[in-house]
């Protein structure tokens, strides 16, 4: 089901000039059941203007009148032909004259920490074109030296959704096998929190996987040590002069 325009001030005038329940209102506004309450207590949407519905064709009296009467009834926005196929509208996305420059740096951030995302992804998040998303690909833009990466979330160019969505969809089309960091790259934010991290070894004893205390030789230790105590020769031995004989002296 569609939801109204500006929800939180037609929020406000459906409390302040109707009986519907805040549930009602909440599922209609598309808004939290405890927002509805805090509209209701003053403590949500101060200074926020009353955004009539049915003056501006979104409700009609009869529905209202519906609700108000049986409480389990929830409200229906008026159908409006002229907004038919409105969301099916396919087109590049608007981007604000203010933003505009920012699109290079956030094109740069998607190709630099997302390489999975394909040039139709990246242009539909962003709204740019795909021959500018090869150029910063390639290095070969105009101002290529003076960008920096930011992500485009944070100027504003997409929702967080709208990326995670993209990442997840890019990962499903992945199917080589991946390391830790590679995979906390293909899969939205909240998912890659809750992934265990891979053990890693530590590149000071990288090549000593195989390492072993035990003696390569094999059994040679155990022949030794079959030999009784008096077939080792200790350092004594060494400094024990032959016995003197009588033949000797003549």
């Known amino acids: 089901m569609g939801k ?3 929800a939180k001030a037609t929020a406000v ?5 109707t009986t519907l329940t805040f549930k009602q209102i909440a599922d209609f506004t598309g808004m939290h059941e405890l927002e509805i309450q805090g509209i209701a207590d003053g403590d949500v949407a101060v200074g926020v203007k009353g955004f009539d519905p049915i003056a501006n064709n979104q409700l009609t009296q009869d529905e209202i009148d519906k609700a108000e009467n049986d409480p389990l009834h929830m409200l ?3 159908f409006n032909p002229a907004a038919a196929g409105e969301e099916k509208r396919r087109g590049p996305r608007y981007t604000p004259l203010s933003k505009r420059q920012d ?12 390489p999975e995302l394909s040039d139709g992804q990246i242009a539909k998040l962003v709204g740019t074109t795909k021959p500018t998303i090869q150029s910063i690909r ?8 003076s960008m920096q990466p930011i992500d485009p979330v944070a100027l504003g160019l997409c929702r967080q959704t709208e990326l995670d969505a993209a990442v997840a ?3 499903k089309k992945t199917d080589s096998v991946m390391n830790d960091d590679e995979r906390r790259k293909l899969v939205s934010t909240e998912q890659s929190l809750d992934m265990p991290s891979e053990p890693k070894i530590p590149t000071a004893i990288e090549g000593l996987e195989t390492f ?3 003696d390569p030789r094999g059994d040679d230790d155990d022949e030794e ?26």
Do not use: Y
Not at 13 to 17: G, S
Not at 103 to 114: D, G
């Open 13 to 17: 005038w459906l409390v302040d000039n």
């Open 225 to 250: 040590d079959k030999r009784g105590d008096g077939e080792f020769l200790d350092a004594d031995s060494f400094f024990n002069l032959p016995d003197d004989d009588d033949s000797d002296d003549d």
């Open 103 to 114: 699109r290079p740096n956030a094109i740069l951030w998607l190709v630099k920490f997302h």
């Open 76 to 78: 229906k926005l008026k």
């Open 4 to 6: 109204p325009l500006m």
């Open 138 to 145: 390639e290095r070969t833009h105009w101002n290529i030296q």
């Open 169 to 171: 969809k890019a990962a």
């Open 212 to 214: 072993s205390l035990s």
